[in-house]
């Protein structure tokens, strides 16, 4: 069975801190890794991850991707309250449709 | 704002009753999928639609059905509730069933069941 694990489940750091948020993934014939930044309700996209090894940057936030670990990073420097969130990593893997399963997300509390 | 709708915002059901939920998708996206998120967990895939048809399903008993319209439009239908089907109903639009291209989620429907 398809599996995404993340870790950790819920951080609290300060304004200004830089953050990893690790995702690890099992999967039968991987397609894609997804990150989500979910505020209140509806997830949004951050980046999309096929191949290993190269990095997705935007502005403060990046990810890379190691598909030989099965794992993922999303980085998140000089961290602002507004990054306080739940952040998802999804995997698409082998069923037909976007079957995406998704970890529990990792809860970010960003203090002033 | 994702330009994806949905409706009701909360509901409140009880046991073994129906329920039928609601999406507008953005225009020109002719693929939906929905998804339940329980409390303090991720997303689970129930199922898409592409061009009204189903086009891949999650691990959802059939009592959990929809239907897609040629307006965007889409339903979520849950028969015979359960204590366990309370969460947050989701629904993503994308302009294709692949995954290259973007989902965007609405707001979500808040269900609860007593």
């Known amino acids: 069975e398809d599996k995404v694990v993340q870790s950790p489940l819920s951080l609290v750091v300060h304004e200004g801190d830089t953050v990893t948020l690790n995702c690890s993934y099992e999967?039968?014939?991987?397609?894609?890794l997804l990150w989500y930044k979910q505020e209140k309700k509806a997830p949004t996209f951050l980046f999309m991850l096929t191949s290993s090894g190269i990095e997705k940057k935007s502005g403060r936030l990046s990810s890379i991707l190691d598909k030989k670990e099965l794992f993922s990073i999303l980085n998140i420097t000089a961290t602002q309250t507004g990054d306080s969130a739940v952040y998802l990593c999804a995997v698409e893997g082998d069923n037909y449709g976007q079957n995406f399963v998704f970890g529990p997300g990792t809860r970010l509390s960003v203090l002033p | 704002e994702t330009g994806v709708t949905q409706s009701p915002t909360h509901l409140i059901k009880t046991r073994g009753q129906q329920v039928t939920l609601r999406c507008s998708s953005q225009s020109g996206h002719n693929t939906v999928s929905w998804y339940q998120q329980a409390l303090g967990q991720g997303p689970q895939f129930i199922f898409q639609?592409?061009?009204?048809?189903?086009?891949g399903r999650g691990n959802f008993p059939p009592r959990f059905s929809g239907l897609q319209f040629p307006n965007y439009s889409s339903e979520l239908n849950v028969n015979a509730l359960e204590l366990d089907d309370s969460a947050l109903y989701l629904c993503a639009s994308s302009s294709g069933p692949s995954s290259y291209n973007e989902q965007f989620f609405g707001p979500g429907t808040r269900l609860t069941v007593l």
């Open positions: 999967v039968t014939n991987f397609r894609s």
């Open positions: 639609y592409y061009r009204e048809e189903e086009n």
